[in-house]
């Protein structure tokens, strides 16, 4: 189950999340952003290194 | 937009157009692809540079140069600013008009370039890298080429894509936001300013670029670790909202920059990394324009002669090539940030202090590393061999 929100509007697609991704989950286009479920272990990294609190740990996943 | 080229670039940033550029002179085919729709923007960078690191790559005009620097301005934690003049002249660029200047120079040299070209996977021919799949305009294409480079940037996966290890650290990433504000009314056109200390930007630090006029970028950047608790952006609205409360933004801009040595591997069959993809930013100051086009024209350079005298295991001399040019001085950086990192409020209130005993006219950036590292000789070694030899 993916637990790693997305706060719509907010991102400002930066890559930073992209950077440090050890399991390469996460798709950054020009105004475009996913998270694979398949591949996301919810390791939450990417919610640490957001550098404007875009991505958000919920335990109760996400769509 | 061919099907087989000699060369794809993957980014259109200083390090993309700046191979693309030496490889063209030498006389290949070459593509670049840019995935946002326009070069130069957005402008995820606080753009400060020296004319020593931009001199060889683009006659300094000042288009795009808002503002030139000689001086560099330590702020305490308690506020106490130390003033010390640089021994080169330094420059806050704009990069949009810079970057598309550089394109331009590219362009001229005979390269393709298209933008909101996003390249979303590799071909293979056995092991080897053979060239790309792009998603341009909503049509999926595949386009061959000889070797591709991949300046992508932060967010780079092409080189995963070709197994190579790019994914850092979250702790070894410093997260950074910049809002570009005018009515900043108390700095000094020609002077960097930084401020350090935990309560400003634990791990790393925050800056104040001047722009021209009462502009300035104003941004920080702190640890992975440190943004665990709390964010980038908290920490530039508290520092705004107590320093700057009534200037305006203009811009701001959000960014990751890898404070780490360069990759271990950046050259693979087929396949060369320049740039902040391959990690060639100064892990000690974050800086990654001048060593991004340094990386970039040496990569070019060994990307064109290996094509034209048909020796693809002369691609991989590159890694060599780069870690004597910058590679292994930014090993010794990452030594210093290493040194510095930790430092407590009162550990930079003490170098504060200790600087102002100095005379101006006697301060020097080595010197502030030299106070800073005092009690530890081997770090002092590494200050020498940075600052005080040729």
């Known amino acids: 189950m993916l637990m790693i929100e997305i706060t719509p509007n907010k991102c400002d697609y930066c890559g930073t999340c992209v950077s440090i991704c050890p399991e390469d989950a996460i798709e950054l286009k020009e105004a475009d952003i996913t998270i694979s479920e398949e591949l996301c272990t919810n390791c939450s990294k990417c919610v640490w290194s957001c550098p404007i609190e875009v991505l958000k740990f919920n335990k109760e996943g996400v769509k | ?390």
Request: charged letters at 25%; hydrophobic letters at 40%; glycine letters at 10%.
């Open chain 2, 1 to 390: 937009m061919k099907n087989n080229y000699d060369i794809i670039v993957v980014g259109g940033g200083p390090a993309g157009s700046v191979a693309a550029r030496y490889a063209a002179e030498k006389g290949v085919s070459v593509l670049i692809l840019e995935k946002d729709r326009e070069i130069g923007t957005p402008v995820r960078c606080a753009e400060g540079t020296s004319h020593e690191g931009i001199k060889d790559f683009i006659d300094i005009d000042p288009s795009f140069i808002d503002a030139t620097i000689n001086k560099f301005c330590l702020v305490s934690p308690e506020g106490e600013r130390i003033e010390i003049s640089l021994d080169q002249v330094g420059y806050i660029l704009n990069r949009k008009v810079f970057d598309f200047k550089l394109a331009q120079m590219a362009a001229n040299a005979g390269c393709e370039i298209y933008t909101k070209a996003y390249v979303n996977g590799l071909l293979f021919d056995n092991d080897k890298v053979a060239g790309i799949k792009v998603d341009y305009m909503g049509i999926q294409k595949e386009i061959k080429a000889k070797v591709v480079i991949a300046a992508d940037g932060v967010e780079s996966r092409v080189g995963r894509w070709a197994g190579i290890k790019t994914y850092i650290d979250f702790r070894d990433i410093d997260s950074c936001v910049q809002y570009t504000a005018s009515n900043v009314n108390d700095i000094n056109e020609d002077t960097l300013y930084f401020h350090f200390g935990q309560s400003y930007a634990p791990g790393g630090y925050l800056w104040i670029f001047p722009k021209g006029g009462n502009n300035a970028n104003i941004g920080l950047g702190v640890s992975g670790a440190a943004g665990k608790k709390k964010s980038a952006l908290s920490y530039l609205n508290d520092f705004m909202n107590k320093k700057y409360p009534d200037t305006a933004i203009l811009t701001t801009v959000a960014g990751g920059v890898p404070c780490v040595p360069t990759l271990e591997k950046i050259a693979a069959p087929g396949i060369i990394l320049v740039g902040d993809a391959a990690r060639q930013t100064n892990p000690l100051t974050g800086g990654g324009i001048a060593s991004g086009m340094i990386g970039g024209s040496i990569g070019g350079k060994i990307a064109a002669e290996s094509i034209l005298n048909n020796k693809p295991d002369f691609l991989l001399s590159y890694e060599k090539a780069w870690d004597d040019r910058l590679g292994k001085r930014h090993v010794i950086f990452n030594n210093l940030k290493e040194g510095i990192y930790n430092f407590s409020d009162k550990d930079f209130i003490k170098l504060s202090k200790a600087m102002s005993k100095i005379p101006y006219e006697k301060r020097s950036i080595g010197g502030l590393f030299q106070k800073a590292l005092m009690n530890n000789p081997k770090l002092l070694i590494d200050v020498a061999k940075l600052y005080f030899t040729k």
